[in-house]
Nanobody, 118 residues
């Protein structure tokens, strides 16, 4: 099992920037991917970006070119991830969750609120 703690959420004006961080602990050797998901009011949870232990990243089309995920990788272990959010839009308003995916399970953080004001 992996424990995840997010930080860095808050309120930001449209066009601004915000950085989220996620610190991981526990059974990190099992983690294959680590990433960020978000859930807006009245909508399902969706992938924002994720990264693997080799540093290969994958992004949702809606955030490509605006958001950047970075992994804290050491000895092929993901110790955490961050999400640099630039040129944010009101549509980016959501609760952002950190997720660690292993072969047979996924662990989630408690979530952090991001609110973009127009």
């Amino acid at each position: 099992q992996v424990q995840l703690v997010e930080s860095g959420g808050g309120m930001v004006p449209a066009g601004g920037s915000l950085k989220l961080s996620c610190a991981a602990s526990g059974n990190l050797i099992t983690v294959i991917y680590m990433g960020w998901y978000r859930q807006a009011p009245g909508k399902g949870r969706e992938l924002v970006a994720e990264i693997d232990t080799h540093g290969t990243a994958n992004y949702a089309n809606s955030v490509k070119g605006r958001f950047t995920i970075a992994g804290d990788i050491s000895a092929n272990l993901l110790n955490g991830v961050s999400l640099e959010m630039n040129k944010v839009e009101p549509e980016d308003t959501a609760i952002y969750y950190c997720r660690a995916r292993a072969r047979n399970r996924a662990d989630w953080g408690q979530g952090t609120q991001v609110t973009v004001s127009s």
